[in-house]
């Protein structure tokens, strides 16, 4: 009788000593979020754009949440390529681009705040380059990736001191400026996306009311919109003269006074649409006429 007693009390303390170390406030190693500054402190996870992530201190598995880039945009994919510009080829890594330019309701939604409101569904403007960068950090948070832009603070006048991108992050970011003609051509070598087509099936332009909706008209053949036209995008680059030799996922200039622009906005005329056009403003600069689009690298 004593002897199963003394195997009943045995038993039950190793039970609670194994519950207590199952514990579900231990913090998952694989994952360590982005802090506040735009720097990482951790690594990311290992899957491409999804992360589990708990709404308290401590983690409860009933409380997790999946979250994933798709539920916030919809993104393309661009296969790896390789393409001529002058006397200088580049090939560039696969990456996913969005579909349309970042919306307002979407940017609010990110960032919570909006300048000049015209709905849900239209362009976000009025936002300078460090805009755009920093918006690209809260997103990728969101989506529990890592973070591209890299700096110290944010100063009295917008910019971000001590700034970096890091390409080899699994992140959301701007573009660079080849990435968005390899995505705007979409495997056409013709002046415009469109080739000899009507242009204004494709394009909003030469207008004079600021932007419209997004989606709002053709896209091009890997089914994106508004390549042209509409509000005119940052990309990562710093304008410069293009290299004569051969790049590998090209970055752009080290440093400069002006970030490159493309695809023509809704005040443009036809020449700016073309896929090859390029236009530079300065990183601070904000207009009704300049949005942004996102891409999603696995990093180079």
């Not at 009507?198 to 919109?225: H, R």
């Amino acid at each position: 009788m004593k002897r199963r007693f003394f195997c009943l009390l045995a038993t039950s303390l190793l039970a609670l000593v194994f519950g207590c170390s199952a514990d579900g406030s231990a913090v998952d190693s694989d994952v360590v979020g982005p802090d506040n500054s735009g720097n990482h402190s951790g690594k990311s996870s290992g899957r491409e754009d999804v992360v589990s992530s708990s709404s308290g201190a401590e983690a409860d598995s009933t409380q997790d949440s999946t979250v994933k880039l798709s539920d916030y945009l919809k993104m393309v994919d661009v296969p790896a390529m390789e393409f001529s510009k002058g006397s200088a080829k580049y090939r560039i890594s696969a990456f996913s681009i969005g579909e349309t330019e970042v919306t307002q309701g979407l940017y609010r939604e990110v960032v919570g705040e909006i300048e000049e409101w015209l709905g849900e569904n239209h362009p976000v403007f009025n936002v300078s380059w460090y805009d755009a960068a920093l918006f690209c950090n809260a997103l990728s948070k969101l989506a529990g990736l890592d973070t591209a832009y890299v700096y110290e603070s944010v100063d009295t006048k917008g910019s971000l001191t001590n700034l970096s991108v890091n390409y080899a992050a699994k992140a959301v970011r701007l573009p660079t400026e080849m990435e968005w003609e390899v995505a705007a051509r979409a495997g056409t070598s013709t002046t415009y996306y469109w080739g000899t087509e009507t242009a204004s099936k494709y394009a909003y332009y030469a207008q004079s009311k600021g932007p419209v909706e997004v989606a709002g008209y053709l896209p091009n053949a890997y089914g994106l919109y508004d390549m042209g036209g509409n509000v005119a995008e940052w990309t990562n680059d710093w304008y410069a003269a293009y290299p004569t030799t051969t790049q590998e996922n090209y970055t752009g200039a080290n440093s400069g006074d002006y970030k490159v622009v493309r695809g023509g906005g809704w005040s443009d005329k036809a020449p700016a649409l073309a896929s090859a056009e390029r236009d530079k403003e300065n990183p601070k600069y904000r207009s009704q006429k300049v949005g942004f689009r996102v891409v999603y690298s696995e990093g180079f």
